[in-house]
């Protein structure tokens, strides 16, 4: 999958996988191009999973499809515990002017528990709003097509 050794560590959300995995998506070249520069496995979290397999929809040739990404050791999926609800309500609590949802909230929170704010995703208005500790904010891959 790699043609170089990548060396950025980042996240992937709901928008990337669905652009990675649709040949037909409008993001899907840049995507699969912004994927070569990560180091995988990619971070995300079972909302992401959750939201990504809702919006693959009935088609059965799309859910596998993202089955057999999801399942290719590209993803690395970290859940969410109790004891991060108190973060995460805070979260979605100070971005309530973007109407954060969960899952974007459970990357927020882990791209701040894992120290790393590059990010695979489509999402670009929401996650240049977003800001980790310290007002850092998200290095987004692709850029804006």
């Not at 070249?29 to 693959?56: D, H, M």
């Not at 704010?117 to 670009?124: F, K």
């Amino acid at each position: 999958m790699h043609s170089r050794a990548a060396s950025i560590v980042g996240l992937i959300d709901t928008g990337g996988i669905l652009a990675i995995v649709d040949s037909r998506d409008r993001w899907h070249s840049l995507c699969l191009e912004a994927l070569q520069s990560f180091r995988l496995p990619l971070l995300t979290t079972e909302a992401i999973l959750t939201e990504t397999f809702r919006l693959t929809g009935r088609n059965p040739h799309n859910v596998e499809k993202t089955w057999r990404f999801v399942r290719s050791g590209a993803l690395t999926i970290h859940p969410m515990q109790d004891a991060h609800l108190q973060e995460l309500h805070a979260l979605m609590s100070q971005h309530s002017d973007r109407l954060m949802d969960f899952a974007d909230a459970t990357l927020v929170h882990l791209a701040a528990r894992e120290r790393v704010n590059a990010i695979l995703t489509v999402d670009h208005d929401d996650f240049e709003t977003y800001r980790l500790p310290g007002r850092k904010k998200f290095t987004i891959f692709p850029g804006r097509s």
